[in-house]
């Protein structure tokens, strides 16, 4: 398993507008390894929170082979209401 730096993901203006702020973070596996699986942790899992994921990708490396995890994450919680996600890349030796 590896993981990124933590990323902080900002609360936007105004609360629940629909607004989301994002961010990205990227996990990378560590040379000869191919990922195979990944996610996201948020700094936070309280049900009602605003926050998204809007996307989770593959890296592609030179070769074709995934090498990493890059996730988008929103937040809308409204100002000072910052959150950090946190990027899984789950990898194996290729």
Not at 26 to 50: I, K, R, Y
Request: aromatic share 4%.
């Amino acid at each position: 398993m590896r993981t990124s730096t933590p990323v902080n993901v900002p609360g936007g203006l105004v609360a629940e507008d629909g607004k989301y702020e994002t961010e990205d973070a990227t996990a990378s596996c560590n040379a000869g390894e191919v990922a195979v699986g990944g996610g996201v942790v948020w700094c936070s899992d309280n049900d009602d929170e605003e926050l998204v994921t809007v996307y989770q990708q593959y890296v592609i490396g030179v070769n074709g082979r995934p090498t990493g995890v890059k996730v988008r994450g929103g937040n809308d919680l409204g100002p000072g209401q910052d959150r950090t996600l946190t990027v899984q890349a789950l990898c194996l030796a290729a």
